[in-house]
């Protein structure tokens, strides 16, 4: 058990450790992905935000219910199958 050697320091400092090719982190690549974001509101009158698109842009303002009573209509699917299925996500 003596030579056991110990890891956590050494992790630790390769951890901090940076360098010029090293990828952006995520809290980067979301903050720069939000200069890209259209404002818009929520079905609640809250301001939201979505990427632009065509879809997204169809669907900003909308409630829940609505964007499931579309998908269920545009998927031939029964009225209120994806209420009873995803409702309880929020």
Do not use: F, I, W
């Not at 200069?35 to 935000?49: I, N, P």
């Amino acid at each position: 058990m003596a030579t056991r050697k110990k890891r956590s320091k050494v992790k630790r400092a390769h951890k901090t450790k940076k360098t010029e090719t090293a990828k952006p982190n995520m809290t980067e690549q979301l903050k720069e992905a939000r200069k890209r974001y259209t404002v818009s509101k929520s079905a609640k009158g809250t301001t939201s935000a979505h990427n632009g698109d065509d879809l997204a842009t169809l669907l900003a303002g909308c409630s829940p219910e609505d964007v499931c009573a579309t998908a269920e209509t545009l998927a031939e699917l029964k009225s209120g199958e994806l209420s009873t299925k995803y409702g309880h996500r929020g």
